[in-house]
């Protein structure tokens, strides 16, 4: 068996940018319309009315501030509010390909290495374009890798089920390092007109490289990963190939990406934290003395509170990174950027916890030391 390390991350970011401001002021420009087409329907009590959106609520409810998108122009537009991506030829390098790519050029620039010497791709996100050919062969092929890829999704918390896998395979002897890819355009499954969650997501790739640590050169230890999934419909997409069987049905509002926020609060927070605890102590780590926390980036309260849990106090800014004030919830990219923005400091032999949890529910925990 051979021990894993991460090698290397990379992240791409979009050249645009929403801020909450302009998306409150498309969303009550819509809502403003609708409430004045449907005002008869209001009063006689059989459309309910829409409220308005506003900078407090948004950043009250979530800590977001703004978000990347690949597209800005059809998202604050009020008559389309959602991204305008055009379809791209066969024989081209699709959208998500092409940002899993520029992401994993960055890993693979930080890693020092070649192409050739990677073994196989994961391609893993919340939301892949199309069902096949899989996005991690077109990858795989863009950037001259020989071996194997696959697409796999975990909704939320696809990077740390990819890491898990190319942990895996590191250690069974059938890759000597695998790069794990999580191109995540988040914006085209959220529905723009909807007040509880038309601030949520943002657009971003990030890639990881999980190499055997005898072959690699500094890096971080994976010390221990482990994957959880509860089955719950408190977030859902309906989104599929089976929708055309269904004539009338590819309009309805559970198409896009739908949750109960407080449900989801309710019971992810203690499942999350149990499981990093739990976790920790078979793997004989302090969990309070961790340097670094980087969770999922879904909702600001909601990493507080895991934080507080973990930790066993209120965590600093330096302990338990937010990077969602900035990018927004970017699924399974999030606890990936946190780790690649925020990791520098550390000194040999001081550990860290990549968490990631969403949907499914899935939940997976990734410890490392820096080596």
């Not at 992240?11 to 809502?31: D, K």
């Not at 994976?222 to 069987?245: C, E, H, Y």
Request: net charge negative.
């Amino acid at each position: 068996m051979h021990a894993a390390v991460i090698a290397a991350t990379g992240l791409f970011t979009p050249a645009e940018r929403v801020t909450n401001a302009e998306l409150v002021e498309a969303y009550n420009a819509f809502v403003e319309v609708h409430n004045a087409r449907h005002a008869a329907e209001i009063t006689a009590g059989q459309v309910e009315a829409l409220a308005p959106s506003s900078v407090e609520f948004i950043e009250k409810a979530s800590g977001i501030k703004s978000r990347y998108v690949m597209n800005r122009s059809g998202v604050v537009d009020p008559e389309v509010m959602h991204p305008l991506i055009p379809e791209r030829p066969n024989d081209e390098l699709s959208i998500m390909a092409e940002i899993g790519v520029a992401a994993a050029k960055d890993a693979i620039r930080r890693w020092g290495k070649d192409a050739s010497q990677i073994d196989a791709v994961v391609c893993a996100a919340s939301n892949m374009q199309r069902a096949y050919p899989a996005m991690a062969i077109e990858i795989q092929q863009a950037l001259g890798i020989d071996g194997f890829g696959f697409d796999m999704n975990v909704a939320c918390s696809s990077a740390t089920f990819g890491i898990k896998t190319a942990a895996d395979y590191i250690a069974t002897g059938s890759a000597r390092a695998v790069l794990v890819v999580n191109p995540e355009i988040t914006s085209g499954h959220l529905n723009f007109r909807d007040r509880d969650s038309h601030f949520i997501f943002g657009d971003v790739a990030t890639a990881v490289i999980v190499e055997r640590a005898d072959q690699a050169t500094g890096g971080w230890d994976i010390l221990g990963t482990r994957l959880k999934t509860v089955f719950s419909n408190n977030i859902r997409n309906n989104f599929g190939f089976l929708n055309r069987t269904a004539p009338g049905s590819e309009g309805a509002v559970d198409k896009l990406f739908v949750q109960e926020g407080r449900k989801v609060f309710r019971e992810v927070v203690p499942m999350v934290s149990e499981m990093i605890v739990t976790h920790a102590a078979d793997l004989g780590i302090d969990p309070t003395a961790l340097k670094r926390l980087w969770l999922h980036q879904a909702n600001i309260n909601m990493n507080d509170l895991i934080g507080r849990r973990v930790l066993g106090r209120d965590p600093s800014p330096e302990e338990n990174v937010i990077i969602l004030d900035e990018f927004a919830n970017t699924s399974s990219a999030g606890s990936i950027i946190a780790f690649h923005r925020s990791h520098e400091d550390f000194a040999p032999g001081e550990t860290g916890l990549i968490c990631s949890f969403g949907a499914g529910y899935s939940a997976g925990t990734v410890f490392v030391r820096r080596r």
